[in-house]
């Protein structure tokens, strides 16, 4: 398995983003002994060399996690590269910023965290062991959907 993570986030309008949350989730994903990728932390570049440094990344990954508190094309085809390649995504959301995309929300690879704090956001995201999310059909929904310790996410 890759023990990569895809750090997606919204860089043109990025005026809600808590660059100190990129720099947790990084730690986070470090100390489960994955290799993080965050292009939000990244030096600009033509966009061509954006675009495929990017896709390449997500090629590499085997979780996305997506700060999706502000609209954005990118994340939104990162999203949808990790739905038609069967990537676990992990999106992150201030309650203050529903309601979210219906397209995000019901895609069945997707674990939408709801937080009001910073603290409550890390607070669920350690729950989390990345080791353990996966996606496979879940026996009660019959989807093939995103699951935690053989725990449909969905259903």
């Given amino acids: 398995m890759k023990k990569n993570v895809y750090i997606?986030?919204?860089?043109?309008?990025?005026?809600?983003?808590?660059?100190?949350?990129?720099?947790?989730?990084?730690?986070?994903?470090?100390?489960?002994?994955?290799?993080?990728?965050?292009?939000?932390?990244?030096?600009?570049?033509?966009?061509?060399?954006?675009?495929?440094?990017?896709?390449?990344?997500?090629?590499?990954?085997?979780i996305i996690i997506a700060d999706v508190n502000e609209p954005s094309h990118g994340v939104g085809?990162?999203?949808?590269?990790?739905?038609?390649?069967?990537?676990p995504v992990i999106c992150l959301l201030d309650q203050k910023n529903i309601p979210l995309s219906r397209m995000v929300e019901g895609g069945p690879h997707t674990l939408v965290l709801k937080y009001k704090t910073k603290e409550e956001l890390i607070e669920k995201v350690e729950m989390i062991?990345?080791?353990?999310?996966e996606i496979k059909k879940c026996e009660i929904c019959t989807e093939k959907t995103i699951q935690l310790e053989n725990v449909c996410k969905k259903c």
């Fill in 8 to 62: 997606a986030c919204s860089m043109i309008k990025a005026q809600q983003l808590d660059f100190s949350l990129l720099d947790y989730l990084i730690e986070y994903v470090e100390k489960q002994e994955f290799h993080a990728y965050v292009p939000g932390k990244m030096d600009d570049a033509p966009s061509k060399v954006i675009f495929e440094r990017d896709l390449n990344w997500l090629k590499q990954s085997s």
């Fill in 77 to 87: 085809m990162e999203l949808m590269y990790a739905y038609e390649h069967e990537i």
């Fill in 129 to 133: 062991n990345m080791n353990k999310l």
